[in-house]
Nanobody
Framework: QLQLAESGGGLVQPGGSLTLSCAVS????????LGWFRQRPGKEREGVASISTYDNRTLYHNALRGRFAISRDAAKNTVYLQMKYLRSEDTAVYYC???????????????????WGQGTRVTVSS
């Protein structure tokens, strides 16, 4: 059973940068997709980015591409979300998730992801 645990959230000033981490454990042999999602206050959970453990292909929400970058360290079984030029509207709970069927077909659709972390809170404020 896949387990995911996010960390790295906190308070950051507008224009600042922050990197989130997600430790993945319990994976069996094989590949899957890992994704980052966020839920802003009063809004639905939305996909941010995803990455394949098979070939490191990535997929981004078009509005966030350029400011956010997803990456992974296979040896550490960890996926990262690097965020820069942060804005107040980036304030949200950020979640990582896994799609066991998505190693070669990447999506950022919530319904495709079966395993979720507990979330880590990011607050962008001066």
């Amino acid at each position: 059973q896949l387990q995911l645990a996010e960390s790295g959230g906190g308070l950051v000033q507008p224009g600042g940068s922050l990197t989130l981490s997600c430790a993945v454990s319990g994976a069996t042999s094989g590949h899957y997709a890992l994704g980052w999602f966020r839920q802003r206050p009063g809004k639905e959970r939305e996909g941010v980015a995803s990455i394949s453990t098979y070939d490191n292909r990535t997929l981004y929400h078009n509005a966030l591409r350029g400011r956010f970058a997803i990456s992974r360290d296979a040896a550490k079984n960890t996926v990262y979300l690097q965020m820069k030029y942060l804005r107040s509207e980036d304030t949200a709970v950020y979640y990582c998730a896994a799609d066991p069927d998505g190693s070669t077909w990447l999506t950022i659709a919530r319904s495709e992801y079966d395993f979720w972390g507990q979330g880590t809170r990011v607050t962008v404020s001066s």
